[in-house]
């Protein structure tokens, strides 16, 4: 038997590598610099209601990764658009889903709970007339936001509910949506 296959395989929970994640943790409590992300999506006009995302990178620890990826983002046609892929709200709650799903997902792994099903629908309102500037006391986007969880896996109900409050409390896009965040916008005319 060689070395190679006396090694294990590292071990998985959920499918996310454990000890790596318990590793990054460890680095970001001893230098905190190691866990500062940055995140960048550059956007531009397809024609009609279309529109391009890119991905070209992020950093984490002030190194560079490059991430080539792009979103196709539309509106559908009784909104005035082609129906070619989803529209903002349709990303905006993917993306909020996406986000509680990996922290849930990882807090599992990391207390060593397997899970067999995790379902995350998100819905909500928004009445147009704030979008189309007809009513300045109607908001342009969401009062609120309704979140189901369906999960089943090897934790109690108890330890579930104690993830879901360590998820909630720890999730980037629930806080990025829950709480204001300051956009500066700048215009720039060619």
């Known amino acids: ?28 409590q001893a230098d905190p610099g190691t866990g500062m992300t940055h995140w960048k999506v550059a ?82 309102s928004i009445d147009l007339r704030g979008f189309f500037g007809l009513d300045a006391s109607v908001s342009p986007g969401y009062g609120s936001l309704q979140s189901t969880f369906r999960v089943k896996g090897s934790a109690s109900e108890a330890k579930f509910r104690e993830i879901f409050a360590a998820m909630l409390a720890t999730s980037p896009n629930v806080h990025n949506i829950t709480r204001p965040v300051a956009l500066r916008p700048v215009l720039m005319v060619e």
């Open 43 to 124: 956007s531009s006009w397809q024609g009609g209601a279309r529109s391009r995302a890119q991905v070209e990178s992020y950093s984490i620890g002030g190194k560079a990764v490059a991430r080539r990826f792009s979103l196709d983002i539309d509106e559908p046609i009784e909104l005035g658009g082609s129906d070619s892929a989803a529209n903002p709200q349709e990303y905006l709650l993917a993306a909020l889903n996406a986000c509680m799903t990996v922290g849930f997902t990882a807090l599992c792994a990391l207390n060593d709970i397997t899970l067999d099903k995790l379902e995350i629908t998100t819905e909500g």
């Open 1 to 28: 038997m060689t070395a190679m296959t006396k090694m294990k395989p590292a071990p998985t929970v959920n499918g996310l590598p454990v000890d790596e994640i318990r590793a990054l943790i460890g680095e970001v």
